[in-house]
């Protein structure tokens, strides 16, 4: 069995920065790519960010040079680098690991409010 553990949510105030990390722990193997992807209040999910095992990346145009993302292979870890953080960006923050199988994690809840 796979779990996704992610921590760095909470409330930051407008320009803000947080870190998000996800760790992925159980019988996992081969990880293709791990990502982020968010959830805003009555919106679709969308996609944040994501890297490969080589570490190519990918990101959403939004967050383009304010957001890094960045992985440990040998700690099955992702995270998420996010600064200048806007109000429209507070969501449900979901890590996703994709192996053999597609695993998400239970989410966590950035808020960025003053």
């Known amino acids: 069995q796979v779990q996704l553990e992610e921590s760095g949510g909470g409330l930051v105030q407008p320009g803000g920065s947080l870190r998000l990390s996800c760790a992925a722990s159980?019988?996992?193997?081969?990880?293709?790519?791990m990502g982020w992807y968010r959830q805003a209040p009555g919106k679709q999910r969308e996609l944040v960010a994501t890297?490969?095992?080589?570490?190519?990346?990918n990101y959403a145009d939004s967050v383009k040079g304010r957001f890094t993302i960045s992985r440990d292979n040998a700690k099955n870890t992702v995270y998420l680098q996010m600064n200048s953080l806007q109000p429209e960006e507070t969501a449900v923050y979901y890590c996703?690991?994709?192996?053999?199988?597609?695993?998400w994690g239970q989410g966590t809840q950035v808020t960025v409010s003053s």
């Open positions: 996703r690991v994709r192996s053999s199988q597609d695993y």
């Open positions: 890297i490969t095992t080589v570490g190519s990346t």
């Open positions: 159980g019988s996992i193997c081969r990880i293709n790519y």
